[in-house]
C-alpha cells in the first residue's frame, strides 16, 4: 500500500517520530549508566562494538527485497535498496561524520554518567541549533532570515528552561562539556550527514540507512582507537562490558538506529538547524520518561510544582518555536526560457548559484529549465532572487509558481 503525505508534513513527523525515540533512547542509556556501566569511556566503546553488530543485522533485514526493486527498508526511505560499500566520492563525508558523532557521543556519555534524569541530559544540547545557524549563514546557500533566527532562539531559551533537572542540581563539568565538546561534536555530525543524503548515488539519492550504518562503522573504529590511547584498560573493560551487558546495550543501538535513520531521512527534506530546531521537541517527551523513571526505578527525583511548570513554560516556547519554523517557509518552482548563445550547462550553474535555489533541471518541452526554491521569507527572498534570474544574460523569461502541497511516497 503507498502512503502519500505533504513533504513539509513528512519532514515533522519525521523529526517528531525520531525526538520521540531519541528520549526513549536516553532514558535506557540513564539505567544503563545508573545500574551497570558507569564509565563513560568504557561505556562509549561497548555500546559501539555491540552497535555494529546491531546496525548491521537491521540494516539486513530492511535489505530484503519485497518486489518492484524494493526492499523492506523502503518503507522508511525509498531510495533505500540494500547495503552497499562505501562510494569513493562520499568517504571524506563519512570520515568528518564519524570524527563528529565520536566526540558527540563520548561528551553525551559524559554528562548521562553525572545525569540519570533524561530532561536534565538533553536540553542544553539543543543550543546547537544556533551552532548550526552560524555554520550555514557562514557555508550554505541560504543564510538565516530575521525571522529564523529569532525561532532559533526562543527555541533554545525554552530547552535551557526545560533544563534544570528534577533533582536541582547544577554541574559546571556536565554544562562545558556540552557546549564545548557535544554541540561542535553534533554540527560535525549533521552537517556532514545532510551532505551525504543530498548526495546522489547513481541515479538516486542516498539513503539514510546507510548512512547510518557506515557512520555507526567510522564512529566505532574511531571511538575505539581514541579510548585506547587514552587508556587501554578502559579499552578492554569496553570489550567485557559489551559480553556482559550485551542485551541493554542492543536495546539501546536498536532505538538509536530509528531515531537516527528518521533525522538523516528528514536532513534531506530541510535545512540542519531547523531540523535540530524541530529535534528540540526531545525535551517534552523526556520530561515524562525523568518522572516515569522517578516513580519506577527509585530514583531520587524531586518534582516540585515550581519546577514543573519552569519546564512547562520551556515546552510551549519550544512549540512556538517550532511552529514559526513551520509557518514561515516558502517554495515554488520557477520555469525558464532560454535565448542566445549560451549552453544550458553554464545557465544552470548561474541559477544554482542563486542563494535560495536548491535544485535546477533541465527540461524537453514547453520550457528549457526549471529551479527550485526554499526561502524563509517569501517577500525579501523573492525579490531577491527575481533580480538575480533578470540579471542573467540567455534568459528570455520565466515564471514564478508557488507551491501549495507537495507529496512523497512513502
Request: overall charge positive.
Given at each position: 500500500?503507498?502512503?502519500?503525505?505533504?513533504?513539509?508534513?513528512?519532514?515533522?513527523?519525521?523529526?517528531?517520530?525520531?525526538?520521540?525515540?531519541?528520549?526513549?533512547?536516553?532514558?535506557?542509556?540513564?539505567?544503563?549508566?545508573?545500574?551497570?556501566?558507569?564509565?563513560?569511556?568504557?561505556?562509549?566503546?561497548?555500546?559501539?562494538?555491540?552497535?555494529?553488530?546491531?546496525?548491521?543485522?537491521?540494516?539486513?533485514?530492511?535489505?530484503?527485497?519485497?518486489?518492484?526493486?524494493?526492499?523492506?527498508?523502503?518503507?522508511?526511505?525509498?531510495?533505500?535498496?540494500?547495503?552497499?560499500?562505501?562510494?569513493?566520492?562520499?568517504?571524506?563525508?563519512?570520515?568528518?561524520?564519524?570524527?563528529?558523532?565520536?566526540?558527540?557521543?563520548?561528551?553525551?556519555?559524559?554528562?548521562?554518567?553525572?545525569?540519570?534524569?533524561?530532561?536534565?541530559?538533553?536540553?542544553?544540547?539543543?543550543?546547537?541549533?544556533?551552532?548550526?545557524?552560524?555554520?550555514?549563514?557562514?557555508?550554505?546557500?541560504?543564510?538565516?532570515?530575521?525571522?529564523?533566527?529569532?525561532?532559533?532562539?526562543?527555541?533554545?531559551?525554552?530547552?535551557?528552561?526545560?533544563?534544570?533537572?528534577?533533582?536541582?542540581?547544577?554541574?559546571?563539568?556536565?554544562?562545558?562539556?556540552?557546549?564545548?565538546?557535544?554541540?561542535?561534536?553534533?554540527?560535525?555530525?549533521?552537517?556532514?550527514?545532510?551532505?551525504?543524503?543530498?548526495?546522489?548515488?547513481?541515479?538516486?539519492?542516498?539513503?539514510?540507512?546507510?548512512?547510518?550504518?557506515?557512520?555507526?562503522?567510522?564512529?566505532?573504529?574511531?571511538?575505539?582507537?581514541?579510548?585506547?590511547?587514552?587508556?587501554?584498560?578502559?579499552?578492554?573493560?569496553?570489550?567485557?562490558?559489551?559480553?556482559?551487558?550485551?542485551?541493554?546495550?542492543?536495546?539501546?543501538?536498536?532505538?538509536?538506529?530509528?531515531?537516527?535513520?528518521?533525522?538523516?531521512?528528514?536532513?534531506?527534506?530541510?535545512?540542519?538547524?531547523?531540523?535540530?530546531?524541530?529535534?528540540?521537541?526531545?525535551?517534552?517527551?523526556?520530561?515524562?520518561?525523568?518522572?516515569?523513571?522517578?516513580?519506577?526505578?527509585?530514583?531520587?527525583?524531586?518534582?516540585?510544582?515550581?519546577?514543573?511548570?519552569?519546564k512547562l513554560m520551556g515546552i510551549i516556547l519550544v512549540v512556538l518555536g517550532v511552529a514559526t519554523f513551520a509557518l514561515t517557509e516558502v517554495r515554488a518552482y520557477v520555469f525558464i526560457n532560454a535565448q542566445g548563445d549560451k549552453s544550458i550547462k553554464e545557465l544552470m550553474d548561474e541559477i544554482w548559484g542563486i542563494r535560495g535555489v536548491v535544485a535546477v533541471s533541465a527540461l524537453a518541452g514547453k520550457h528549457d529549465l526549471i529551479a527550485k526554491v526554499r526561502i524563509r521569507t517569501l517577500g525579501k527572498g523573492y525579490e531577491r532572487i527575481i533580480r538575480r534570474l533578470e540579471g542573467i544574460e540567455g534568459i528570455e523569461k520565466f515564471m514564478w509558481q508557488s507551491i501549495l502541497k507537495e507529496w512523497e511516497e512513502i
Amino acid at each position: 500500500m503507498k502512503i502519500r503525505i505533504r513533504k513539509k508534513y513528512l519532514f515533522y513527523v519525521l523529526l517528531i517520530l525520531s525526538a520521540f525515540i531519541a528520549a526513549v533512547t536516553t532514558s535506557i542509556d540513564g539505567i544503563i549508566s545508573y545500574f551497570y556501566i558507569s564509565n563513560p569511556w568504557v561505556f562509549g566503546v561497548s555500546v559501539f562494538l555491540v552497535g555494529v553488530f546491531i546496525t548491521l543485522f537491521l540494516s539486513l533485514i530492511l535489505s530484503v527485497p519485497i518486489g518492484n526493486n524494493k526492499s523492506i527498508g523502503s518503507v522508511i526511505d525509498p531510495s533505500f535498496r540494500r547495503i552497499r560499500f562505501v562510494k569513493k566520492e562520499e568517504l571524506k563525508y563519512h570520515i568528518m561524520a564519524g570524527i563528529g558523532n565520536t566526540v558527540s557521543t563520548l561528551g553525551y556519555l559524559y554528562v548521562v554518567s553525572k545525569f540519570v534524569d533524561p530532561s536534565a541530559v538533553l536540553p542544553f544540547f539543543q543550543v546547537v541549533i544556533l551552532y548550526l545557524l552560524i555554520v550555514e549563514s557562514l557555508s550554505e546557500k541560504d543564510a538565516p532570515t530575521l525571522a529564523e533566527t529569532e525561532s532559533s532562539i526562543i527555541v533554545t531559551f525554552g530547552a535551557i528552561m526545560t533544563s534544570i533537572s528534577l533533582s536541582g542540581e547544577v554541574n559546571v563539568m556536565a554544562l562545558l562539556v556540552i557546549f564545548l565538546v557535544m554541540n561542535p561534536g553534533w554540527v560535525l555530525l549533521a552537517i556532514y550527514q545532510r551532505k551525504l543524503k543530498l548526495m546522489k548515488i547513481g541515479d538516486t539519492h542516498n539513503d539514510s540507512i546507510n548512512i547510518r550504518l557506515w557512520n555507526v562503522i567510522f564512529t566505532t573504529v574511531f571511538t575505539a582507537v581514541f579510548v585506547f590511547i587514552y587508556n587501554k584498560d578502559y579499552f578492554f573493560e569496553a570489550i567485557n562490558a559489551s559480553f556482559k551487558f550485551y542485551p541493554w546495550l542492543s536495546l539501546t543501538m536498536g532505538v538509536t538506529f530509528f531515531s537516527y535513520v528518521l533525522y538523516i531521512r528528514a536532513l534531506g527534506l530541510g535545512k540542519a538547524s531547523i531540523s535540530q530546531a524541530v529535534k528540540a521537541s526531545t525535551i517534552i517527551f523526556a520530561i515524562p520518561l525523568s518522572l516515569l523513571l522517578s516513580h519506577y526505578m527509585n530514583f531520587s527525583f524531586s518534582a516540585s510544582p515550581t519546577l514543573l511548570v519552569i519546564k512547562l513554560m520551556g515546552i510551549i516556547l519550544v512549540v512556538l518555536g517550532v511552529a514559526t519554523f513551520a509557518l514561515t517557509e516558502v517554495r515554488a518552482y520557477v520555469f525558464i526560457n532560454a535565448q542566445g548563445d549560451k549552453s544550458i550547462k553554464e545557465l544552470m550553474d548561474e541559477i544554482w548559484g542563486i542563494r535560495g535555489v536548491v535544485a535546477v533541471s533541465a527540461l524537453a518541452g514547453k520550457h528549457d529549465l526549471i529551479a527550485k526554491v526554499r526561502i524563509r521569507t517569501l517577500g525579501k527572498g523573492y525579490e531577491r532572487i527575481i533580480r538575480r534570474l533578470e540579471g542573467i544574460e540567455g534568459i528570455e523569461k520565466f515564471m514564478w509558481q508557488s507551491i501549495l502541497k507537495e507529496w512523497e511516497e512513502i
